[in-house]
């Protein structure tokens, strides 16, 4: 069972959300929080899986509650959840660590998909605001190129070649296929992957990647 909590200041938007994800029968839905502060207690009191978060929220938005909850021992996965297709904010979550970002529109099927997929530690970004995001990461040559290249350059030559289908949004199943591997070594590779770039999720991966102009 994945283990879910729903941050939302809006009643309604916590409600449909309870009514898409309560039937599932490998989610169960622990808990709810209306905004970022009473969000902090909830998730140390339930310990989920995945937080699905609202990124505009009164007293401590979603940015904030973000990076409080990645600090934690154990941080559960964060699936940001946005009204606007091209959101300043939604970049600035992910830099933090949120493990992926959909609309609120959604469709339920998609909704459900992507939160088994965070759960599963695989990146979710939402198809509308792909490209805007991408464009974000990977604008211009200002001083995150320099930074990341950096970073990138502890990687062997095949954890680089893994980080960049990361980076395209490959599974793991993908990327053993296409770089002709098992899946097992491609887990090995992110997994230090993870551990040379100081990154902890698959988005953070792919925005270095795209902050090094390697797409």
């Known amino acids: 069972m994945t283990r879910l909590v729903i941050v939302d200041d809006d009643a309604m938007v916590r409600t449909g959300l309870r009514l898409i994800l309560g039937g599932e029968p490998d989610f169960d ?57 091209a959101d300043d904010m939604v970049l600035r979550a992910l830099r933090l660590g949120a493990d992926g970002f959909l609309l609120k529109d959604t469709p339920p099927p998609r909704m459900i998909e992507a939160v088994r997929a965070v759960a599963k530690g695989e990146p979710v970004l939402s198809p509308s ?63 230090r992957i993870f551990a040379k770039l100081g990154t902890d999720n698959r988005v953070q991966v792919a925005m270095k990647v795209r902050d090094a102009g390697l797409l």
């Open 29 to 85: 839905l622990v808990g709810e929080a209306e905004d970022g502060l009473r969000a902090m207690d909830v998730v140390r009191d339930l310990r989920p899986d995945v937080v699905l978060l609202d990124i505009r929220m009164p007293d401590q938005d979603g940015l904030i509650t973000t990076e409080l909850l990645r600090a934690q021992p154990g941080p559960p996965r964060i699936l940001v959840l946005t009204t606007f297709d």
């Open 129 to 191: 605001v792909a490209r805007q995001v991408i464009a974000a990461a990977t604008g211009g040559s200002g001083p995150a190129r320099p930074r990341a290249r950096e970073k990138l350059n502890r990687l062997t030559e095949r954890e680089l070649e893994v980080a960049v289908e990361v980076a395209r949004g490959r599974s793991n199943a993908e990327i053993a296929e296409g770089l002709h591997m098992s899946v097992a070594t491609v887990k090995a590779n992110i997994t």
